[in-house]
């Protein structure tokens, strides 16, 4: 386990600087003065977790809630082969995350489950057809559900356990549907609506809370993401532990210009205020963080998209999206900042066979690692958009595991909550989504 307090990452930004790329950088003047404004913001945040009054500061160093998420899930998956999470959003995204560390999401790897451990699905997006298919290819006697709602009155996902429990009822399997399924959702306080609770005591299905206080794209470390990282045998205490030593660095007093999501808030939104860039592209070298930088576009999207502020967040995956989306960042409209992520890659892999790589004519691979390509496209990209003059962020990361990726995400949490300071805006609502959330019930009630 990583010790506390000790970082399992760096970060570069000299790619992005002024100085090293040209016009399309921020000056070192722009950066110091962000960093400044970033003070204050800190300052808050130390008190706030002093007080308890932040409680998404407090979650990496909690154990409490951990014995109760493992325990529930134990008792859930007694004599199942599959474990369905319904959820969307925030409520899925952490977990997935979490999930495809272990393998889950990848072609061969995503293990199908073992004597002592189902297998994982998540079913975020609500698609009618893929529903259908779904439950045909469930075999419920043996199909577990966990059930996650922040508020309890997500449509989609009210209509994911409608059909469930329906689906159960008509397979004879109702006098199970306790053991069957699971919820996760907000405590019920002061007579506050909550469907997915009344539907859970109605049927008398175990409910897990969900902190009231931490938003649902906020929520990957706490039993949200946890469940699912469980269900895969991850380590959620050094996920935890991880989280941790970004929060240990934000508290020792240490200057803005020395806290690293402070300096990511400050270059990301100095260079949208200063030089026009309107994209930030989050690009990591690792099939095991795909839905990492699809977590990453909810966070940064919906937490700054406020008020005519905001950057639009775009998730890429490398090498391959080097095929797809490098040229325009490399020629295109100037309006792009790469956040590349590292991984320690080289000498792992397939052997390349030289009588075969010969042929194929690229002799320069022969005798090479698959790993050692990958590792020289991590080195050749952010030098490739240095010499176009795009700014770019490198990540390296010493190892990718559990510690490893629990303060990869509390970086990207702080680093969103600075940069909401930094535009005005409050990171942890969403009132234009509540709009569209209107009109939906209006057109199914036929208004």
């Avoid at 009344?198 to 175990?206: K, M, S, V, Y």
Wanted: aromatic share 4%; proline share 5%.
């Amino acid at each position: 386990m990583t010790p506390k307090g000790t970082m399992t990452f760096t970060q570069s930004v000299e790619g992005c600087l002024e100085a090293r790329i040209g016009a399309h950088g921020l000056p070192q003047a722009s950066l110091d003065a962000n960093l400044a404004k970033l003070e204050t913001r800190l300052a808050s945040l130390r008190e706030a977790h002093a007080a308890g009054t932040l409680p998404l500061l407090r979650v990496p160093e909690r154990r409490d809630d951990i014995g109760p998420a493992r325990e529930a899930l134990k008792r859930l998956s007694h004599g199942a082969r599959t474990l369905v999470f319904f959820g969307t959003g925030g409520s899925s995204l952490g977990g997935q995350t979490l999930a495809q560390l272990s393998g889950w999401g990848i072609q061969g790897d995503d293990k199908h489950g073992s004597e002592t451990r189902p297998r994982l699905r998540l079913y975020d997006n609500l698609d009618a057809t893929t529903l259908d298919l779904a439950f045909a290819s469930l075999d419920l006697k043996t199909t577990r559900f966990v059930v996650t709602s922040k508020s309890g009155g997500t449509p989609e996902t009210s209509v994911q356990i409608i059909a469930a429990l329906d689906a159960v009822r008509e397979a004879g399997l109702a006098n199970r549907i306790p053991e069957l399924f699971l919820g996760l959702t907000e405590p019920a306080v002061g007579g506050k609506a909550n469907g997915l609770r009344a539907l859970c005591e109605h049927f008398g299905i175990p409910v897990l809370d969900h902190d009231p206080g931490i938003g649902g794209r906020f929520s990957g470390l706490t039993n949200v993401g946890l469940l699912p990282a469980l269900a895969r045998g991850l380590d959620v205490e050094a996920l935890r532990e991880g989280a941790q030593s970004v929060i240990a660095a934000l508290l020792d007093g240490r200057p803005a210009s020395e806290f690293p999501p402070a300096v990511g808030a400050a270059i990301a939104i100095g260079l949208a205020n200063e030089r026009g860039v309107r994209a930030n592209v989050m690009l990591p070298y690792a099939d095991r963080l795909a839905r990492f930088a699809a977590w990453y576009v909810q966070l940064w999207g919906e937490s700054l998209g406020k008020d005519g502020q905001g950057t639009t967040p775009v998730a890429a995956l490398g090498p391959v999206d080097q095929h797809s989306q490098l040229q325009l960042y490399l020629d295109g409209v100037p309006q792009h900042f790469v956040t590349v992520i590292r991984t320690a890659c080289e000498a792992t892999g397939p052997r390349i066979a030289s009588d075969l790589a010969d042929l194929v004519g690229a002799g320069y691979l022969a005798g090479r690692m698959a790993g050692d390509l990958v590792a020289a496209q991590q080195r050749a990209i952010p030098e490739a958009l240095i010499e176009a003059g795009r700014p770019v962020r490198s990540i390296d990361l010493e190892r990718l595991d559990e510690a490893t990726l629990g303060a990869l995400m509390m970086h990207f949490m702080l680093e969103t909550i600075l940069a909401a300071h930094l535009l005005g805006v409050d990171p942890f609502d969403q009132p234009a989504v509540e709009s569209g959330k209107v009109l939906t019930r209006r057109y199914l009630a036929g208004a």
